[in-house]
């Protein structure tokens, strides 16, 4: 009797060790073609055809078929995640796929036409921004997937979303949308849209090692612009320089590539003066990077900013637990 409690108790440990989730594996709405206001909430979907997620959707219905189909699905977090870091899994897609929470973008992995490069072996992972989620109401997940041949659709793996901890509490998070191009210095006439974070190898830049540059606009009040601030821009392969209107904040690891460094792994946490920042109007962060081979960019979050006192706090509250 002894030997069973102990085997409880420790059952009951292992299931409590394990993060918060909603499997969303099951039966989705599926159509083949593409039609971009698949994406919205507001379209209406009630006479698409249903599929089984995870499965080859050769084995559901659709044999022979290559080209591009969409996914739909419905689900509810309940308010316990609201303050959670929180990733969405999607396990192994054949070839491409694009993914949009209640309309709005948060991942690609591989490229579409005309620069297509499958990405079949790729495990999708993607962070959710919490701002995009209605937290105990209905919220939609839209997958966009090109096949090129063989078997086609999210053939495999874990399909759930999960917390993997507590959020830090940003007053801006920056994860999302950023613009990108090639080379040292940001090109207006060449940027191009870039999901953070986010492999920029996923993104459309496959087998691209050397330079680049992220940006991103931000307004901040009178009341924070007087702060000393930190911006968390989580991991980035391999080397990065963080300016912010054009000043000079600081870096990571060897830009300038005299010799390649273990920076990669190290979690980018940039202390900012006060009145860095202008109240009021476009701030422009500057995030230039330098990958020396395999995997580049701003690869895992949390990105966002938070004041100095906000950052100690949470890195006293992480040591706690």
Avoid: C
């Avoid at 084995?59 to 509810?76: K, L, M, Q, V």
């Avoid at 499958?118 to 919490?130: C, I, S």
């Amino acid at each position: 009797m002894g030997s069973l409690m102990v085997l409880l108790f420790m059952a009951h440990a292992v299931l409590a060790a394990e993060p918060d989730e909603k499997d969303l594996r099951g039966l989705w709405k599926f159509r083949i073609g593409d039609r971009s206001e698949w994406a919205s909430p507001q379209y209406d979907d009630t006479d698409w055809d249903h599929i089984r997620v995870p499965a080859r959707w050769e084995n559901e219905g659709f044999r022979g078929y290559d080209g591009y189909a969409w996914y739909r699905t419905r689900f509810s977090l309940g308010a316990e995640l609201e303050n959670k870091k929180l990733t969405l899994e999607l396990g192994y897609i054949d070839d491409v796929d694009e993914v949009f929470i209640n309309g709005t973008k948060i991942g690609q992995t591989g490229s579409f036409s005309p620069h297509y490069t499958t990405a079949y072996n790729a495990l999708r992972k993607y962070e959710v921004p919490p701002s995009l989620i209605r937290f105990g109401e209905e919220n939609i997940l839209a997958v966009r997937v090109y096949d090129s041949q063989l078997e086609g659709g999210i053939i495999s793996g874990n399909v759930r979303i999960f917390s993997t901890g507590v959020l830090p509490p940003f007053f801006q998070d920056l994860t999302g949308t950023w613009m990108f191009n090639k080379g040292k210095a940001f090109q207006e006439q060449d940027h191009k849209p870039i999901q953070v974070p986010g492999a920029w190898e996923n993104q459309g830049y496959n087998n691209f090692d050397g330079y680049a540059v992220y940006t991103r606009k931000i307004r901040v009040s009178e009341a924070i612009a007087s702060q000393r601030l930190v911006l968390l821009a989580g991991r980035i392969d391999d080397a990065d320089q963080l300016f912010i209107n054009g000043k000079f904040i600081g870096e990571t690891g060897d830009y300038h590539r005299r010799g390649y460094g273990e920076s990669h792994r190290q979690l980018r946490n940039y202390f900012i003066p006060p009145h860095v920042f202008k109240a009021g109007e476009d701030n422009i962060l500057e995030i230039r990077v330098y990958d020396w081979g395999g995997f580049g960019g701003i690869q895992e979050g949390p990105v966002g900013l938070m004041t100095q006192d906000q950052f100690r706090a949470y890195w006293k509250s992480k040591r706690r637990n």
